[in-house]
């Protein structure tokens, strides 16, 4: 059974930092590319980062400079350092594991989000 389980969210004032973790389990962590993705009430989901299997990165323009990604394949782990938090970084964020096997075959796992509000 595969458990995506993210923490490190909560109310934070605008500039304020955060750093989400999202624990996986019943995969091969090493072998899926992980990413956040980030959904505000009324609005589609967007991704936020993403970290592929051999550690490459890429994020969003929005993010770009204040979010970093990074993972930990001995903890299955994957993080999301947030600084310079901003009201419009206030979503759901959601953790995301993808794979792809060389015939086509897709597995793609969410957790089911913690809550990151940027209010004074």
């Known amino acids: 059974q595969v458990q995506l389980v993210e923490s490190g969210g909560g109310l934070v004032q605008p500039g304020g930092s955060l750093r989400l973790s999202c624990a996986a389990s019943g995969i091969i962590f090493s072998r899926y590319d992980m990413g956040w993705y980030r959904q505000a009430p009324g609005k589609q989901r967007e991704l936020v980062a993403v970290?592929?299997?051999?550690?490459?990165?890429n994020s969003a323009d929005s993010v770009k400079g204040r979010f970093t990604i990074s993972r930990d394949n001995a903890k299955n782990t994957v993080y999301l350092q947030m600084n310079g938090l901003k009201p419009e970084d206030t979503a759901n964020y959601l953790c995301?594991?993808?794979?792809?096997?060389?015939?086509?075959?897709?597995?793609?796992?969410w957790g089911q989000g913690t809550q990151v509000t940027v209010s004074s």
């Open positions: 970290i592929s299997s051999d550690g490459s990165t």
């Open positions: 995301n594991a993808y794979a792809r096997e060389w015939f086509g075959y897709e597995y793609n796992y």
